[in-house]
C-alpha cells in the first residue's frame, strides 16, 4: 500500500519543479526591447551617407550605412526592424521616452549625451570639416578666418557640430537649422558663408553639388560613431555590442559604408 506521505511530497516536488521552470521561461521570455520581438530604430534621414531617402521604383526609400547597420543588429538579433524618421535633435527625448530602443543618426559620444543615454563602441570613424562656396575657398580657408563677426556659419540643431560651431565660431552670426539638407541649400543659395559638416556627409554633398568645396578640417577630440541605447538597458546594449563586432568583423560594415558612398549620389531631397 502506498504510504500517503510520500504522494503528497511527491506531488509537491513536482508543483515545486514546475514553478521554478515556469519562472525561468518567464524570464528568457522577457524582452529586452520595447515591443517583444520588434527593435525600433529613431534616426534622422537628412545625413547622408549615414542616412538619406532615394528614389527606388519610382519611391523614396532609406538608405545609408547606419540604416544598412540597423537592419544588421535587428537580424543578428533575430528582431523585425521598425525605423521611426524624425528631426535629429529629438531622438535623445525618444529614447528618454521609451519611443524607440536605439537611435542611430551619426552621433558621436560626448559627455552630455553621456548623461541621458548608453553607447555602443565605435563603428565608424568620422571627422568634421568646414564647407564653404568654391569662389569663397581662400577667403574662409582657416579657422580663424570663420570666427569674426561679418561671417555667418551654419549647423545642425543638437549636432556635435554645433558645439563646435559654438567653440571656434563664437563671434560669427550662427544659423541652427533643423536638417543638414537646409543647411546645404542655404550655402548653395549664398545666406550663409559655410557650414560645419560631419566629413563624410560633407563628401556626399560635394559630389551633388560642385559649387561647394572643404574649407578645412575642424578639430575634434572624440571621432567615431556610436548607436546610442536607452539608459540603463544593459542587455540590449550588449546585443547591440555584439552585432557590431560581428558586422566589423566579418566586413559587413566596410560593405554598407562604401555602398551607401554610391546610393549618396542618388539621394531624394523633395522640394
Same mark, same amino acid.
Given at each position: 500500500?502506498?504510504?500517503?506521505?510520500?504522494?503528497?511530497?511527491?506531488?509537491?516536488?513536482?508543483?515545486?519543479?514546475?514553478?521554478?521552470?515556469?519562472?525561468?521561461?518567464?524570464?528568457?521570455?522577457?524582452?529586452?526591447?520595447?515591443?517583444?520581438?520588434?527593435?525600433? +530604430?529613431?534616426?534622422?534621414?537628412? /545625413? @547622408?551617407?549615414? #542616412? /538619406?531617402?532615394?528614389?527606388?521604383?519610382?519611391? &523614396?526609400?532609406? =538608405?545609408?550605412?547606419? $540604416?544598412?547597420?540597423?537592419?544588421?543588429?535587428?537580424?543578428?538579433?533575430?528582431? #523585425?526592424? #521598425?525605423?521611426?524618421?524624425?528631426? /535629429?535633435?529629438?531622438?535623445?527625448?525618444?529614447?528618454?521616452?521609451?519611443?524607440?530602443?536605439? !537611435?542611430?543618426? !551619426? /552621433?558621436? &559620444?560626448?559627455?552630455?549625451?553621456?548623461? +541621458?543615454?548608453?553607447?555602443?563602441? $565605435?563603428?565608424?570613424? !568620422?571627422?568634421?570639416?568646414?564647407? *564653404?562656396?568654391?569662389? %569663397?575657398? @581662400?577667403?574662409?580657408?582657416?579657422?580663424?578666418? $570663420?570666427?569674426?563677426?561679418?561671417?555667418?556659419?551654419?549647423?545642425?540643431? !543638437?549636432?556635435?557640430?554645433?558645439?563646435?560651431?559654438?567653440?571656434?565660431? &563664437?563671434? =560669427? %552670426?550662427?544659423? =541652427?537649422?533643423?536638417?543638414?539638407?537646409?543647411? +546645404?541649400?542655404?550655402? +548653395? @543659395?549664398?545666406?550663409?558663408?559655410?557650414?560645419?559638416?560631419?566629413?563624410?556627409?560633407?563628401?556626399?554633398?560635394?559630389?551633388?553639388?560642385?559649387?561647394? *568645396?572643404?574649407?578645412?578640417?575642424?578639430?575634434?577630440?572624440s571621432e567615431g560613431n556610436v548607436v546610442l541605447v536607452k539608459k540603463g538597458n544593459s542587455a540590449l546594449l550588449e546585443q547591440v555590442k555584439a552585432a557590431i563586432d560581428s558586422a566589423l568583423k566579418d566586413g559587413s560594415m566596410s560593405a554598407f559604408v562604401e555602398k551607401a558612398m554610391t546610393d549618396a549620389l542618388n539621394e531624394y531631397?523633395?522640394?
Amino acid at each position: 500500500m502506498i504510504n500517503k506521505k510520500i504522494i503528497v511530497c511527491v506531488v509537491m516536488f513536482v508543483l515545486l519543479v514546475s514553478a521554478v521552470f515556469a519562472g525561468g521561461s518567464k524570464e528568457q521570455s522577457q524582452s529586452v526591447t520595447l515591443n517583444p520581438g520588434k527593435l525600433t +530604430v529613431a534616426t534622422s534621414p537628412d /545625413f @547622408a551617407p549615414y #542616412e /538619406f531617402y532615394m528614389l527606388e521604383n519610382g519611391k &523614396p526609400q532609406l =538608405a545609408g550605412f547606419d $540604416i544598412a547597420l540597423a537592419r544588421y543588429i535587428a537580424d543578428y538579433m533575430k528582431l #523585425e526592424l #521598425e525605423i521611426i524618421p524624425m528631426d /535629429f535633435d529629438g531622438i535623445l527625448m525618444e529614447l528618454q521616452n521609451g519611443g524607440a530602443d536605439l !537611435g542611430i543618426s !551619426g /552621433f558621436s &559620444p560626448n559627455p552630455e549625451r553621456a548623461e +541621458v543615454v548608453d553607447f555602443s563602441q $565605435i563603428y565608424y570613424d !568620422g571627422k568634421q570639416s568646414f564647407v *564653404c562656396l568654391k569662389k %569663397d575657398q @581662400a577667403k574662409y580657408g582657416t579657422i580663424e578666418s $570663420i570666427n569674426k563677426k561679418d561671417v555667418t556659419v551654419g549647423a545642425q540643431i !543638437g549636432s556635435i557640430q554645433m558645439d563646435l560651431a559654438q567653440k571656434y565660431s &563664437p563671434n =560669427a %552670426d550662427l544659423v =541652427a537649422l533643423t536638417k543638414v539638407t537646409d543647411l +546645404v541649400a542655404e550655402l +548653395v @543659395a549664398g545666406k550663409i558663408d559655410g557650414a560645419y559638416l560631419e566629413k563624410p556627409v560633407a563628401e556626399s554633398y560635394l559630389k551633388n553639388y560642385p559649387q561647394l *568645396c572643404y574649407a578645412f578640417d575642424v578639430p575634434y577630440d572624440s571621432e567615431g560613431n556610436v548607436v546610442l541605447v536607452k539608459k540603463g538597458n544593459s542587455a540590449l546594449l550588449e546585443q547591440v555590442k555584439a552585432a557590431i563586432d560581428s558586422a566589423l568583423k566579418d566586413g559587413s560594415m566596410s560593405a554598407f559604408v562604401e555602398k551607401a558612398m554610391t546610393d549618396a549620389l542618388n539621394e531624394y531631397l523633395p522640394n
